[in-house]
């Protein structure tokens, strides 16, 4: 532990604090990692659970590959469990949260020490419980290492630290190579004698101050002092130095530990036997005496492993190609005989045996296999290495554009299926290709590119006759008209891809084209219930036929649209949509629109600064948020527009300014914001500059919204935009069919308002206070322009009723909204709402919070609480402390009481 002191406190301390915490030790090859980890433990206090896995170099082969590892041979793991954590037909959530319950059964409430040793080499399970591990609460200390020179944005580890970055306080330990000092310092250590300064300066120079070549190079050289060690004919690499330590084995132990090499990290000692020939006893000598040489570790039942990847690496290098190509071919037989159903395993083997049939084969199957079940960056790895081989293979391709849309690598799904089209076999084909290539042209803003394909797959149709070909084309097609906002178009393909599809019996098609005419229907008031219900009943059917993705968009869209009337369902839809996006390893939706439908249904709960922090988390854990694309960083669009409605208006500043630096934004993005941040901050002149810029944009945004309308009124009345202005302003943002009738009725009541036309504002304003498409924030800010309205007519009763029902609207708002409560509540006499008395009893809660009340009256704990409503423990211990504090209660007892009596 020479030079590592300082880190080794470091982590100490945290490991001592018994609060939650993370560390990331990164380093080169040798540098020390381990030994600091291994030190670390040895400290440890007298508890500590202590978990420790390492991952396997180049496996695709065994999801949770560092968790079987820190558990294996450990006692009290569920059988059933780790079968669960292995099961392929499970979805990866449900795979994820049983690695979440046999960590957290294993450490239970002691405190922790939790090691991922070699991130850089993780799968991409693992990778995701590390990440939710360190979500967790308790004293738990969790530790990943990683050399930073093998992190590339093709592996899991390069999202995960980036994520881990964004959401936690990380520690970050960087080993660097000893100084001359205290490679000196090292050496006296190891030798228990001072080191000359010749000595220490020549092995310095030798080994780059790096500690576990100095370590080996002394392993190698035994029975030396330092004096003579400098005069001997040292290994001119670590290389040599890692091959003296099995230099005089005998050749049935040479032959041994070369077919080790080549097996990988893990080596299982029936296949070694059956590769080598060797006979139980004879092999288990052997072992035995690498063991000993600390050549190999004994890693589990019948399983080894090399000390140090360096070490396997140094022995494979002096082998001839042929030796390694005659180990792997054997490898592969075995393998193949014994029916192998790990696919990647197998084109590693043949891949190294030169058997390209085979390595395809398996490339094929494995990319198939991984697509199947949600692990896109494995079947991406897999289909990419049988495309080596085989670059103009349409099935690979196909395989590696759908896996890397899925990954959300838009470049590498557009280079792939371009290609797949191109060389597509059959008009089915070429029509599965164009689906996807639309999907992506549409996601990076390619609009150019897809008009071609558009104009393409209309092409492709008229040459073909009817079949399945046709159908998936004209699939393809209403996909296209729904993306560019052009519905009639869509929706008559829609239904002519649906008759066709019947026709001939193709459930697939059927399957996709009815999620498109169903996302159409959706998008438009008049015929949005019956789009809803042809959503619901198609995510049944798409899930009975593990049509995942197709589940998870129809789902996407469910929670986009309409919300249901009960928080509870509108969660529990949002759930599943992020399983079945799980399932189909649909990055964006799993993540992205997952936590962008949480903040939604914290606004629908009437509760900003947790709709806020919804989508602060989502924006952290999305690792392609910035990326190249349509949705390029949307959460940073959606989060501008809640710090406006809470009046963080620096913040809003900053967001802009990020946003500009994002390609391709949607035109109305930066002025559209740009003119409700001036507005706000009292900006006149400037809000006047924006609004021509924004007007000139809308002429390029196909769609309207009524929210958009609302907001943008509502910020041009909070400045005083003159009266022509703003009725050209309003009726530029609802010159389109498809607003909701409540958005449009809220717009004309505060232009009517504006324009002193209060009674017909008013009779406005009161035919939508009960309306479900607004927010129940929308919804105070209607009763506050009904009061407005009634205290005009000198209605001052109504008005303060008005006023009250707003303020339960707002109880947990914020920002210009409750301003214009209190401006009203002044004009009436009445405090503040911030001020205001408290209202005791059951009408003080939130409507989330009077949900919350029912379930604590059923006995609930926090974490049922959680489970329940798909919230955090920490969030639901907020909402537990406010309806105590509210009720004047002390016990959840107390609580069922009042609950049960209102």
Known sequence: MIGRDGELRRLARLAASREPAVAIIAGEPGIGKTRLVHELVAKLSAGTVVLVGQAEPGSLSRPYEVLLDAIDNRPGVDEQQLAALADPRRSPVERLHTGLTIVNELIGEAPAVIVFEDLHWADSESAALFERIADQHGPRLLIGTYRPDEVTRRRPVAGLLAQLERRHAVTHVRLNRLSPAQTAALLAAATGTPAPLRAATALHHRTGGNPFFLEELLRALPGFDLEELVDQPLPWSLADVLRRQVDDLDPVSHRIVEAATVLGHRIPFDLLAEVTGAGEDELIAVLRDLVTRGVLVESGDDEFAFRHALVREAIAAQMLGRQRRRLHEAALDVLLDGGASDPAMVAHHARGAGRYDDLIAAARSGAALYLSIGSAYQALQLAEMGLEEAPDDTGLLGAGARAAWLAGLLDDALRYGRRWRDLAVDATDRAESLYLLVRCAWESRETGEMSALTHEIETLIEQLPPGAGQARAMTAIAQSGYLRDDFDTALVWADRALALAQEIDMPAVRL????????????????????????????????????????????????????????????????????????????????????????????????????????????????????????????????????????????????????????????????????????????????????????????????????????????????????????????????????WDAYRTLVDAQLAEAHGRHAAALTAYLSIVDSHILWPAIRGTVRVGAARCLLAADRRAEATVQVELAASLLGEWGGWRVAELDRIRARLGMAPADAAPAVTGPAALTPREREVAVLISDGLTNTELARRLYISPKTAAVHVSNILRKLGVSSRTEVGELVGRS
């Open 512 to 739: 996709a084209a009815l999620l498109e005419k169903g996302c159409i229907l959706s998008e438009r008031p008049t015929t949005a219930a019956e789009g809803q219900k042809l959503l619901s009943d198609l995510v049944d059917e798409a899930e009975a036929a593990e049509e995942w993705v197709l589940a998870a968009r129809a789902l996407n869209r469910l929670v986009n649209g309409v919300p249901p009337t009960s928080p509870a369902e509108y969660a529990e839809t949002l759930e599943r949509m992020r399983v079945d996006a799980e399932r189909a390893g649909f990055e964006s939706l799993a993540v992205a629109s997952y936590f962008q439908g949480r903040a939604r249904l914290a606004l629908r709960a009437g509760e900003l600064q947790a709709a806020i922090a919804a989508l602060e988390e989502g924006r952290e854990q999305d690792r392609g948020y910035r990326r190249r694309g349509r949705w390029a960083d949307y959460h940073g669009v959606f989060l501008a527009g809640l710090c406006l409605e809470a009046g963080e208006l620096d913040r809003v500043d900053e967001i802009i300014a990020d946003l500009a630096t994002v390609p391709d934004n949607p035109p109305t993005v930066i002025p559209g914001l740009a003119f409700h941040l001036a507005c706000r901050q009292g900006n006149l002149a400037r809000a006047e500059k924006t609004l021509n810029e924004l007007v000139t944009a809308l002429a390029f945004q196909p769609w309207r919204s009524g929210q958009q309308a609302h907001d943008l009124i509502s910020a041009a009345l909070e400045i005083g935009l003159p009266g022509p202005r703003l009725d050209a302003l309003a009726a530029e943002l609802l010159n389109e069919d498809d607003v």
